[in-house]
């Protein structure tokens, strides 16, 4: 990614701290990378090293890694500068990638400790690129996403947002706000001076057009959570339809136990899997139906439990045999969430016609698949992908992807709200301003131009160390 070129603030907190840490994963590796970041980073670098060629920015120099005691020779590693305010924190970085040996990277942290520096805390080095307006607090969030991603779809997004997608949206929707109050607050202060001030109706507009852009960035959050979070897909039917043989194809392996013998899968079996590039936990349930013993009675309260809570639902029916009373209710039940009714076993060619019109006049999607032969089950991929896609705007380019950004759009919002109520209620303006300030400060929450120490301690609490 770039970065701009600007200095850290002068009253920065951590200016005259230099921390380090391991930014490669626990164990053995291939290569493990040591990083220092602050003003003495190369004074506290270069004797840990025999370098052969002096250091400059962005230029890899080969190096010995010697022991401190015997002056030996280590390990050999690829050093890297970055000085300051051209590196990701704003500050001198140096990177050692040595073998990923633990004890040598150990030596390294210890002696750097030793001559100074500060052991880095968690997301350390990503806060200081925050604090010193390298990026702002969603580009901050999104390099957490990029590391925890599960799909390379996740990564793309995350990578989007990092790249400043979602603050490239917010920009003009603040700038017109700011718009609007330079010219109530001139009105104002240049009352006396027969400064025109907009009419209600054009008020009302401009706060409208504030407004509805926010309203469409508040609609991506449906989407923007199941792309950050995923979602849990419960499988559910009478007994003996076929869920399990469905949980396995959707799998990709023989995960559920499958027999012909109604009720054998007594408890919830569970699998994470990528639809569309979108994490989904499965989960293949006890057949619905009066339970013959205590285990399967136990089984079956957990279904119901796990179908209460499903972010998305496939009631499985058998396509060969009439619709049963239970099925028509559990099809009822789903009426109005996210649902698809999947007709399974369409390859035993004897499918009744009792089942198909309570199901087409349910208003939920129909798929008929065959868990033996593999026939509809991509129809039934593609199936999920649509439904998720309906929820809220499917677009990638600037998404709200965490509560604490849906909360601050929400915020903002009903400030405005409040703001052309007041229009209405022909409140003076110096009252309207305090509802579009607040507006304000709701989206420089979410950029992180305005945002308390607890916030972004517990934001960068959730990195891991090294980052």
Same mark, same amino acid.
């Given at each position: 990614?770039?970065?701009?070129?600007?200095?850290?603030?002068? !009253?920065?907190?951590?200016?005259?701290?230099?921390?380090?840490?391991?930014?490669? *994963?626990?164990?053995?590796?291939?290569?493990?990378?040591?990083?220092?970041?602050?003003?003495?980073?190369?004074?506290?670098?270069?004797?840990?090293?025999?370098?052969?060629?002096?250091?400059?920015?962005?230029?890899?120099?080969?190096?010995? $890694?010697?022991?401190?005691?015997?002056?030996?020779?280590? =390990?050999?590693?690829?050093?890297?500068?970055?000085?300051?305010?051209?590196?990701?924190?704003?500050?001198?970085?140096?990177?050692?990638?040595?073998?990923?040996?633990?004890?040598?990277?150990?030596?390294?942290?210890?002696?750097?400790?030793?001559?100074?520096?500060?052991?880095?805390?968690?997301?350390?080095?990503?806060?200081?690129?925050?604090?010193?307006?390298?990026?702002?607090?969603?580009?901050?969030?999104?390099?957490? /996403?990029?590391?925890?991603?599960?799909?390379?779809?996740?990564?793309?997004?995350?990578?989007?947002?990092?790249?400043?997608?979602?603050?490239?949206? $917010?920009?003009?929707?603040?700038?017109?706000?700011?718009?609007?109050?330079?010219?109530?607050?001139?009105?104002?202060?240049?009352?006396?001076? /027969?400064?025109?001030?907009?009419?209600?109706?054009? $008020?009302?507009?401009?706060?409208?057009?504030?407004?509805?852009?926010?309203?469409?960035?508040?609609?991506?959050?449906?989407?923007?959570? $199941?792309?950050?979070?995923?979602?849990?897909?419960?499988?559910?039917?009478?007994?003996?339809?076929?869920?399990?043989?469905?949980?396995?194809?959707?799998?990709?392996?023989?995960?559920?136990?499958?027999?012909?013998?109604?009720?054998?899968?007594?408890?919830?079996?569970?699998?994470?899997?990528?639809?569309?590039?979108? *994490?989904?936990?499965?989960?293949?349930?006890?057949? %619905?139906?009066?339970?013959?013993?205590?285990?399967?009675?136990?089984?079956?309260?957990?279904?119901?439990?796990?179908?209460? =809570?499903?972010?998305?639902?496939?009631?499985?029916? /058998?396509?060969?045999?009439?619709?049963?009373?239970?099925?028509?209710?559990?099809?009822?039940?789903?009426?109005?969430?996210?649902?698809?009714?999947?007709?399974?076993?369409?390859?035993?060619?004897?499918?009744?016609?009792?089942?198909? %019109?309570?199901?087409?006049? !349910?208003?939920?999607?129909?798929?008929?698949?065959?868990?033996?032969?593999?026939?509809?089950?991509?129809?039934?991929?593609?199936?999920?992908? =649509?439904?998720?896609?309906?929820?809220?705007?499917?677009?990638?380019?600037?998404? %709200?992807?965490?509560?604490?950004?849906?909360?601050?759009?929400?915020?903002?919002?009903?400030?405005?709200?409040?703001?052309?109520?007041?229009?209405?209620?022909?409140?003076?303006?110096?009252?309207?301003?305090? =509802?579009?300030?607040?507006?304000?400060?709701?989206?420089?929450?979410?950029?992180?131009?305005?945002?308390?120490?607890?916030? %972004?301690?517990?934001?960068?609490?959730?990195?891991?160390?090294?980052?």
């Amino acid at each position: 990614m770039q970065f701009d070129s600007h200095p850290a603030p002068e !009253n920065s907190a951590f200016e005259n701290e230099t921390i380090v840490a391991i930014s490669t *994963p626990p164990g053995r590796g291939g290569i493990g990378i040591v990083r220092l970041s602050g003003p003495r980073a190369l004074e506290i670098a270069l004797p840990l090293l025999k370098l052969r060629g002096e250091l400059e920015h962005t230029r890899a120099r080969f190096a010995e $890694i010697v022991d401190p005691e015997t002056q030996q020779k280590l =390990d050999e590693a690829v050093v890297t500068y970055f000085s300051r305010p051209n590196s990701y924190t704003g500050e001198d970085i140096v990177e050692i990638a040595a073998h990923g040996s633990p004890v040598i990277l150990d030596l390294l942290v210890r002696q750097s400790l030793a001559c100074g520096a500060k052991l880095a805390q968690a997301g350390e080095f990503t806060e200081r690129a925050f604090l010193s307006g390298r990026i702002d607090l969603t580009q901050a969030e999104a390099v957490r /996403d990029l590391i925890e991603s599960q799909t390379l779809y996740q990564a793309r997004v995350a990578a989007q947002q990092l790249g400043g997608a979602l603050s490239r949206r $917010i920009k003009p929707i603040k700038q017109s706000l700011v718009e609007l109050i330079a010219v109530l607050e001139a009105g104002i202060d240049f009352a006396e001076d /027969d400064v025109d001030v907009a009419p209600d109706a054009q $008020i009302i507009t401009r706060i409208g057009g504030v407004a509805a852009p926010l309203a469409e960035l508040a609609r991506t959050f449906e989407h923007g959570r $199941i792309v950050h979070s995923g979602m849990t897909l419960a499988i559910v039917g009478r007994p003996n339809v076929g869920k399990s043989s469905l949980f396995n194809r959707l799998v990709e392996r023989e995960k559920a136990i499958v027999t012909a013998i109604p009720g054998t899968t007594r408890d919830l079996v569970t699998e994470r899997v990528a639809i569309g590039g979108i *994490p989904i936990e499965l989960v293949d349930t006890a057949g %619905l139906r009066e339970a013959a013993d205590e285990a399967e009675f136990i089984g079956i309260q957990k279904s119901r439990e796990t179908l209460a =809570d499903a972010d998305l639902v496939l009631v499985v029916l /058998d396509a060969s045999a009439a619709m049963h009373s239970d099925d028509a209710e559990l099809v009822a039940s789903v009426t109005g969430r996210r649902a698809l009714i999947v007709c399974n076993k369409s390859d035993l060619g004897n499918e009744s016609l009792s089942w198909q %019109l309570p199901i087409e006049g !349910n208003g939920t999607c129909a798929i008929r698949t065959s868990a033996l032969t593999g026939e509809g089950i991509d129809d039934l991929r593609f199936a999920i992908l =649509d439904l998720l896609r309906g929820s809220g705007s499917g677009s990638e380019d600037g998404m %709200l992807t965490n509560m604490r950004h849906h909360q601050a759009v929400t915020a903002a919002r009903e400030s405005l709200e409040a703001a052309k109520q007041a229009v209405s209620n022909r409140t003076p303006h110096e009252m309207m301003l305090l =509802d579009l300030y607040a507006a304000l400060r709701q989206m420089d929450l979410l950029t992180g131009e305005t945002t308390a120490d607890d916030i %972004l301690n517990l934001i960068f609490s959730t990195f891991c160390i090294g980052k």
